[in-house]
């Protein structure tokens, strides 16, 4: 294990080493990366075939079953959506903060967002049946001047959604273009050519700086509260409903807090290995790991309290619907689902407590994947279990997930890791320019400004 | 390939030596010099005597406009085509804030970058003598002059403490 540095926050580089290391990881790639990609593609096609069959022969192919019909669409789409929150949360509410461990990871960590939010978005698509039709979801003036409901969660999804994929695209181009002009200026050749078409004429001036530091600013400041907004918004699509189980007043925090949970567990799962393979290790060093391990370490505990909350509301509530559907949540048909959601999430979380565990990446990234799990088991118990036993007992019913559920999930991986995959070996994964705003210049005299 | 602007342009490896030279070309009454950096500073910003930019109008007049296109939006949708959903009102504000909030957020946001690409233009930086060191870990400053005029220049930025002066076109 390597020693913390001495001074973390400041990076032990000079301007022209940051410059070359990330650059350095542009260009060829090695076996590695191209069987990583493959079998990331190989599962987007899986993908692609269950799509087509779902297109072909409809949503029967899914293991929906009355009266369970939401199932495993709407919680990886959940899933996918909690995941793109830490991303948000560490590049524009870590930078209003001025929290100096953001500068390195953010860019990762911004670009996972991007990614898995576009593949989020796939979701509800998948699930509406007729996806041909999914435009009838927008307000658009159609043949009848029909508009939709804007008083259902749903289309406030549709809005937040669309919102948080084009801001968190935006947010994280903007950054982009400085450090694409800083690797055009070290390539040569074809690739000179691309890099300077995307770095869209960015020299560097202080004219150029005067307005884009402004205007990464104000980003920040839209995307922090758009970062909370989008999963309460997705909270309500359940919380506004009458389903035991579903209707919390916390949903909203307790959803939000979930979401940056499970994010800072996937960019763990992502940036473990992504920093071995770049060869970026004293770049993206053991003091961001503790960080971030700090950050699930936050956001589990919060998680833990909201579960107590779950349980503690249903006994006090007094209703007899309510306290069922937890009961069963625990100790019904689908228990095992119901105490990995606690294990892996409440629990597994507290063991951030011990600083040995925090600069551990074998412990990390391990501990990561349970937080992965967890996270797509909460949704799934969540949906699944208060659907499948609501008022009538007469209507309960159990689904199991058929392969056309599966088939989707391996495709929204491979979807998701072939993006990143491709974005890590174009672009850079460091922020060069943020992290050079940290390292001071060479002086002529001695003595600080 | 625009026309080359003929001047000097001297790089710089220290910062203090870079606000030095900013300053000395200030006094002498220069104005439209162009300097370089890898990244924002807020020396440098000083130096040049850098005031707020204006893109944040143009966050405010999107975000204002966005929320107002929420609220637009919502009401008249609805009122054109009455909808009655659980004996709630047609038209009713808390619902429709979710609107307001998120056309907000995303008009706010297209309109600063569409702020930060118009007001990055008002300032030509095509044809000025550039070198691929300033992204990496050199500071410019192209100052467009000729003839006599050059040579006082020159004399400035190598007093300042220049690496390297070029006459430029």
Known sequence: MAVIAHDPQHPNQTHAEVTRDVVNTLGTADRGYFIALGVAVLCFLVGIGTFTMLLKDGLGLAGYSPPVMWAVYITTFVFWIGIGHAGTLISAILFLFRSPWRTAVYRATEAMTVFAVMTAGLFPIIHIGRQWFFYWLLPYPNARFLWPNFKSPLIWDVFAISTYLTVSTTFLCVGLVPDIAAARDKMRGWRHKVYSFFSLGWKGTDNQWRHYTRAYLYLAALATPLVLSVHSVVSWDFAMSIIPGWHGTIFAPYFVAGAIYSGVGMVLTILIPLRKALKIEHMITDYHFDNLAKLTLLTGSILFYAYAMEYFIAWYSGNPFEQETFWRRAFGPMWWAGWTMIICNAFVSQLFWFRKIRTNLTALFVISIFVNIGMWFERYVIIVSSLSNDYDPYAWGQMTPTWADWGILLGSFGWFSMWFLLFARTFPVVAIQELKEMIPMPRLRKGGH | ?169
């Not at chain 2, 979710?98 to 297209?110: C, P, Q, T, W």
């Open chain 2, 1 to 169: 390939m625009a026309k080359p602007v003929p001047g000097v342009l001297a790089i710089f490896e220290h910062i203090d030596a870079a606000c030095d030279a900013i300053k000395s070309l200030r006094a002498q009454g220069k104005r439209n010099f162009t300097v370089y950096s890898a990244a924002p500073n807020h020396e440098l910003e000083e130096a040049l005597g850098v005031t707020n930019s204006p893109v944040r109008l143009f966050t405010l007049i999107g975000g204002m406009t966005g929320c107002l296109a929420g609220v637009g939006m919502t009401f008249w949708m609805s009122l054109d085509w009455p909808l009655l959903v659980g004996g709630k009102p047609i038209a009713t504000v808390p619902p429709y804030v979710v609107f307001m909030f998120e056309l907000m957020v995303l008009i706010g946001a297209l309109s600063t970058v569409t702020g930060l690409v118009l007001l990055s233009l008002t300032k030509r930086t095509t044809g000025l003598a550039y070198d691929p060191s300033f992204s990496d870990d050199r500071i410019g400053i192209f100052v467009p002059a000729g003839g006599e005029t050059g040579s006082e220049i020159e004399r400035i930025v190598r007093d300042a403490g220049a690496v390297e002066v070029r006459n430029a076109a």
